[in-house]
């Protein structure tokens, strides 16, 4: 397809295929993105999955590689050699994050961190009942949703969940919780209430600590328990899934009646809303300029 386009410039995001087959065609890439495409360095694996990678996992890598170099072959293209030339970017590299949750840390070149922008549509948070440390949350409705939002509740949380989709049979009825399926306007919940529970999404990590509220977290997915490695190690949230529901009251007194914890969090909210109040911006004029010059 890109042989028949014949594109002058190609903005991707960190995926495979789409800027492989650019740098095999010498196409001016850019990319955009959080960086999770990148094959990630042993530690940064080790960090992910809790474990040092495998054998299997090591050897799944380089037989990707060999595919992928197969692949050009056959189809007449230029042969790259190894993931340097597959990943080569001859444009800029745009992190919409911050160095913190970047695997690659210090370890890119000719990359930006730009920050990361966020969306304020939405209604108002709105508590359905009063009382008691209130959190809002953005979990995805899975098997264990219920149970967890059970034990939530039993350690006198007051959580307002936005739940997308149908929402799961037995929800409703569990005290000092509401459901919406409503997106919110996050910045109002700023001095609304104290926690964020969540999957440890980028998007709503960033945000959340970004507004100063310490994170719940119930990882699903690699990016999630990278996410969720970032912000244990800065001291700004907790992994639930990882501890017995029997730990969780300790756990959220560690973050809401930790005050120099909240200091701390403070200070790391005003660097964040910095960069990111400019990076929506600040990515436009970077494509602009190199598309331009």
Known sequence: MLMQIQPTHMLSDFGLIGPMVANCLNIPTSR??????TPPSESVLEAMFGQTPTEE???IAYRIESSLSLA?????LRSLSGWSEIFHTNGPVLLVTVADFDPYN??????????????????????GNPGGTKAFSYLTPDSKIVGRCKELSRIGLNVLLVCGGAIPDGLH????????DQLLKTGSCKDACSLVICNANHGLTLRSLELGLPVLMFPRY?????????????????????RSPDEWPSAVLGLVGDKELQQRLAQYADVLRSQNQSSLTA????????IEG
């Open 32 to 37: 955009i993105g959080l960086g999770f495409g």
């Open 173 to 180: 009825s569990i005290p000092r919780l509401t459901v919406t």
């Open 106 to 127: 210090g370890l890119r070149q000719h990359s930006e961190y730009l920050g990361a922008w966020s969306d304020e549509t939405g209604v108002e948070p709105s508590w």
């Open 72 to 76: 050009t072959h056959t189809s007449r």
């Open 57 to 59: 996992e090591l050897s």
């Open 222 to 242: 690699i990016e999630h328990r990278w996410n969720t490695s970032v912000v244990q190690r800065l001291g700004f949230g907790v992994d639930l899934s990882a």
């Open 283 to 290: 990515c436009v004029n970077e494509l602009i300029s190199w």
